[in-house]
């Protein structure tokens, strides 16, 4: 009986678990909106550059914007083009293949194969997308907002609690990984599984931009710990390099530098395979502030930026790595194809 009840309960349970959007169905998800922009006069350019810029568990993200070739301001090329009323709807993606200079003369996207990347720079729009339900939201971007996390409407799609209600927003925006000095001359040898034995610290940065309209004061917490990636009892210290207190003006922004505390126990307890991506979801749903924010002290998850690499580097940056997350293609690679006529 006892054996049936807990069939009976994974069978409801995974029946309420709504199954992910297919790429197929997120691309027409995707060009149903820039058609409404095409439609409306926004997009007036032969190609659209349909860029996507994050991917976590729930949610993506893309960049929309107006361009003059098939290729992206980052020299990237489309893994797939649709059309619509004369313009073609370039898709960018974070790991799917490239389409090829030659596929894309063959099949009359492109007049010439030997074609620039986008020059036509415009601030453009951005559209995110639930993978498990039908939401989406369109926002037009502007100068005046340097990064994807700054817009509220789009807080809800990153990693993280939402800053609404918060006198601060938050982002992790950088989580290097430090190796020592003697691992230079293999930096580009390390096996990733392995890395974890080689990690001295982690380093990075995290952006605060105030959202009130007086001065916020950030001082050192109760607990003595000024940020950390909480894992249990391996929870990993995040240690400012900027002294406290910080004040922040009211709607300015700052960027505090942070080093780890030594990481032997916080590496420890991590799986054996896919290391960096155990490290990597710990960081970008588990990282917590606990300052001391205009007298009151604080313990709330902090945005993830959405970064979908990271370096790995010595001490004394002379060379660095990029890790990417699994199942993105090596962005680096790419732009060495791109201007490889």
Wanted: hydrophobic share 35%; net charge negative.
């Amino acid at each position: 009986m006892k054996n049936l009840v807990y069939v009976i309960l994974f069978i409801l349970l995974g029946g309420c678990v709504s199954p992910s959007f297919s790429p197929v169905e997120i691309h027409q998800r995707v060009a149903e909106q820039v058609k409404v922009l095409i439609d409306s006069g926004y997009l007036q350019t032969p190609y659209i550059e349909i860029n996507e810029v994050l991917s976590n568990d729930s949610s993506i993200i893309y960049s929309i914007k107006g361009s003059d070739s098939p290729g992206s301001d980052g020299a990237e090329l489309p893994s797939k083009v649709m059309t619509y009323k004369g313009k073609y709807l370039c898709f960018i993606e974070l790991d799917e293949q490239e389409m090829s200079r030659t596929e894309l003369f063959e099949k009359g996207i492109v007049a010439d194969s030997n074609f620039h990347e986008n020059l036509h720079l415009d601030d453009g729009w951005v559209l995110a997308l639930r993978k498990y339900e039908n939401g989406s939201t369109l926002v037009k971007k502007v100068l005046s907002s340097a990064f994807l996390f700054e817009y509220p409407q789009l807080w809800s799609y990153f990693s993280g609690e939402t800053p609404q209600g918060k006198p601060a927003l938050m982002a992790l925006f950088t989580h290097d990984i430090i190796v020592p000095d003697s691992c230079i001359s293999t930096l580009f040898d390390l096996e990733l599984d392995s890395m974890r034995y080689y990690i001295r610290r982690f380093s990075g940065k995290i952006s605060v931009r105030n959202l009130t309209d007086s001065i916020l004061l950030m001082n050192n917490p109760t607990r003595n710990m000024c940020y950390a990636v909480v894992n249990g009892e391996d929870t990993l210290k995040l240690i400012l390099r900027d002294s406290l207190p910080v004040m922040i003006g009211p709607h300015g922004y700052r960027s505090l530098r942070y080093d780890s505390e030594i990481p032997y126990s916080f590496l420890g307890k991590l799986p054996d395979r896919n290391v960096w991506m155990s490290m990597y979801k710990l960081f970008s749903d588990s990282t917590f502030c606990f300052l001391n924010i205009n007298g009151a002290p604080q313990s709330f998850r902090i945005i993830h930026g959405g970064n979908y690499f990271s370096y790995l580097r010595d001490s004394l940056s002379l060379r660095n790595r990029y890790i990417y997350n699994e199942g993105v293609d090596d962005k680096e690679e790419r732009i060495r194809r791109f201007f490889k006529w």
